[in-house]
């Protein structure tokens, strides 16, 4: 459970305009966590870390599942001047976020992004979206916020300011002792959980996309990251590819196959890192199977969605 110090390199004056115009005040972190149990950070996700530090980020990553960090991922984070660390895994996300935030980096951070590497991206530019978003005036704010099973932020890239993550409510969640929690229970208590705290708080939350006042999703929640894939890539709104969604398909999807053709050229984001991603990681055994009902609706409403 070690952290590797980054020294700061000296600042160009392209670096300087870049803080300047970073969508975050100075001295925002993000805690990203990462399952890594060889110690490395593959390409797809060290892409995705340094776009997130263009939003004027402090980068802390936290490797859940190794005891030794490879000097290659050491390097990469020296490079970037991220904070890296490691720890046994246990937890789930909210777990490595959890450690970190008992490490006392969220202490004066204006604004804290809780993010993970359980999608591939971005496709787009990240700090354009979160301008749009006003997400340095916003109490709470994510990508996604969906109806499945109550109105709620997805926990894979959720902001909070420093006053709403002081309330007592969101503190009681991150303080939850997720290690020795189920997959479903730190869903219920953690993302979920989160969501509930916000609005027992008197605090709103806020995404660039959402269903929470659709009619038709009051009736059939689905998750948009399955249900909304395709358009979400082709605007460039969620510019994000869920892993499970291309590894699992958990809903029999006939379009996912055509994953490679939705990601942009000038993304600069290399479609055979995916590749190389479900080489290695064949289709998981699903504890509970999608029923036909679910695959119908899921089947429907990407028709409707390719429409769009």
Known sequence: ???????????SENQVERALSAPLPAG?????AAYAPNGNLPPYTCFYLKNLKLCGLNVHVVLSGCSVITEKTR???????FTVWHRPNGGLDFGAWR??????ITRAAPYILFANDSVFGPLAPLPPLLRTLQADTQPAWGLVASRAVTPHLQSWFVGLSRTTFEQDAVQRVFSLPYESMT??????????GLSVALRSAGLSHHALWTDENNAFARLFPTNPMH???RSFVRSGRVPFLKQELLRDNPFALPEIKNWRSLIPAKSGFDPDWIESY??????????KSSTWKGRALYKMMNMLDNFR
């Open 99 to 104: 450690f970190l935030i008992d490490k006392g």
């Open 75 to 81: 390097q990469f984070c020296y490079r970037h001047t």
């Open 183 to 192: 997959r479903e229970e730190i869903i219920w208590h953690g993302e979920l």
């Open 227 to 229: 249900s909304h894939w």
């Open 278 to 287: 479900l080489a290695q990681h064949p289709p998981r055994s699903l504890q």
């Open 1 to 11: 459970m070690h952290s590797v110090s980054i020294s700061p390199a000296a600042i």
């Open 28 to 32: 925002s972190v993000c805690l990203f």
